[in-house]
């Protein structure tokens, strides 16, 4: 029987970076994943390396500051493995706070009218305003890249099947089993998302939390009044994310747009609400009035995974062999490099770089 060094419990970009960080330090690892690598979270998600927001847990500062710092390598080498780009974007974030919130991070400038106006000419919203020294990624050309570096690494997959049970032996994770087969490894790691809980005999207590998104992208130009006439190619109608407390619009460089997102607690729930996405894209149009003549192109819904505490779940069980990566709610996309990089020296066995303690499995007893 084939046996791997860790098994990783779901194929999303948590599991698929610390596939990847594991394949460099030698570690043999299997995915096995329900449905299809990174189509679940990650294919939802809008991809704000949002590490300026002033709603992210104090807790969580330092490692979301780390991992903030580490995208450009981490694409960077990406890029290198699997010869995709996630459409790294480095514009910045125009950010709009509710009442008197305001970013802390450093770079950030407040912005008038004036400078709002140079930045984005066709942002007719007016308020305090903040210019974010924030990133973007495409999570779906993120995610596609990962699993191509992940297979060329040599990662192994087996995908469409849900782990049933992690397997104990000796009072120490096995292996995993699911509907089909039996899987050994001396390590399991569990990376099911919003699905984790349902890991038995030991699960993580992940809830789904439903958001909603949809995409914009340009209409057909109009057909050229003479023959041999080409339209000019346009760019992205706006160069920067855009946050409001009602909506945020993340540009893509091919000119799409996406809209997001609602919290929703609604169980397993990825219904699209017709009525939800008309209120998304109002008030995407009341902030920038040009997108209300691009074509929707389409809509979907995730479900992100949200914790008891609002704190990822990160490290060792109290079941030798068995660690959790999960939990990230709307931060996943940010916080994929770092939680690969701690989760791998954990397992490794070294000094992790941050300490894990306040994001304990055990501290949900």
Known sequence: MKTWDVIIIGGGVIGLSLAWRLRHVGVTVLVVEKGEPAREATHAAGGMIAHCDPHNPPELAGMIAASARMYPEFVRELRDDAFESPDLRDAGTIAFF??????????????????LSRLEPLITLRGPAYFLPECSVDPRKLGSALEKTARHRGVDFVTGSPVTEVAVLGGRATGVRTAKSFYAAGAVVNCAGAWAAQMKPFGAPTRPVKGQML????????PAKEAGVEHPKSGPLIQHTIRTPEIYIIPRSDGRIVLGATVEEAGFDKRVDSATVHNLHQAACKVVPEIAHMRIHDAWAGLRPGSPDGL????????SGYYVATGHYRDGILLAPITAQVITQLISGLPTSFDLAPFSPLRFG
């Open 215 to 222: 995409c914009v992208v340009p209409a057909p130009p109009a």
């Open 98 to 115: 509710a009442g008197d919130e305001s970013p802390k991070c450093a770079g950030v400038r407040a912005l008038d009218e004036g400078k």
């Open 312 to 319: 990822p779940i990160l490290g060792a069980t109290s079941l």
